[in-house]
């Protein structure tokens, strides 16, 4: 399985939001590049990065402290927040960004992202609510279940699903292991869990139902959950 540590990006802070609320951002940095090299460190090779800002704006907001992370590490990163148009997608690319989250799109373009998909390494980010699609930084909740969004992209050439239960986003509550497998069924890609990570249990949880990835947010910065545990348990279970 693979871990992605995840950095949520705020006025070029580390945070995290409970529920995805922008007033409930708690900081816990000013230098997002030193929280990613200590990832690195821990034995990640996987960033999971959000531009909270720009998935607000509908275009990138923090863009100097990506290039930071960029050129401190080497590890692969995968970005959304505010992704809406194929200039941003090259742009992020041609900065050294692995692969790019697509979410609110999904939903208003499918199409767009199939076409992104056939070009770029894309991940759809399906995040839902009481089992329905929530786009604008979450915003907004529509009147499409996620699973049906989900099975839209089956054969499009994504890359992976990121599937967030919002209800459990930030809140140490434990994954929502009933939705992840949904969204598998539904779509036949790779899903990444997203959302309500707590402790190590949780990741067991996830190799046993054989999930190809998981962030780790909150659980990490709170202290719930030991990053190097997580990567010993990874390696015993390839």
């Known amino acids: 399985m693979v871990i992605l540590p995840a950095i949520d990006l705020k006025d070029g802070k580390v ?6 609320l922008m007033d409930t951002a ?3 940095s000013d230098e997002p590049w030193v929280i990613a090299k200590k990832f690195e460190e821990l034995g990640s090779e996987w960033l999971h990065l959000v531009d909270l800002n720009g998935a607000f704006a509908g275009k990138p907001e923090n863009l100097a402290q990506i290039k930071k992370i960029l050129k401190n590490t080497d590890l692969k990163v995968e970005i ?5 148009d194929e200039d941003t997608i090259k742009m992020y690319l041609k900065l050294g960004i692995s692969r790019i989250i697509l979410g609110s799109i999904a939903l208003k373009n499918p199409e767009f992202v199939k076409e992104m998909a056939s070009k770029y390494p894309i991940a759809v ?3 839902a609510k009481d089992g329905f699609v929530a786009v604008e930084g979450w915003a907004e909740v529509s009147q499409m279940k996620a699973t049906t969004l989900a099975k839209e992209f089956a ?3 994504v890359e992976a699903i990121i599937a967030t239960d919002i209800s459990k986003d930030g809140t140490l509550s434990g994954v929502n292991i009933d939705f992840i497998k949904d969204i598998k069924t539904a779509s036949n890609l790779p899903v990444i869990a997203s959302g309500g990570v707590r402790d190590i249990n949780d990741i067991k949880l996830l190799i046993k139902n054989e999930i190809y990835g998981t962030i780790i947010g909150k659980a990490f910065y709170e202290g719930t959950i030991d990053l190097e545990e997580v990567f010993k348990l990874i390696k015993e279970n390839k």
Do not use: C, E, H, P
């Open 15 to 20: 945070v995290r939001l409970t529920k995805g």
């Open 26 to 28: 708690k900081i816990y």
């Open 80 to 84: 959304g927040g505010g992704i809406r």
């Open 125 to 127: 980010g399906i995040d």
């Open 155 to 157: 054969n499009a050439g």
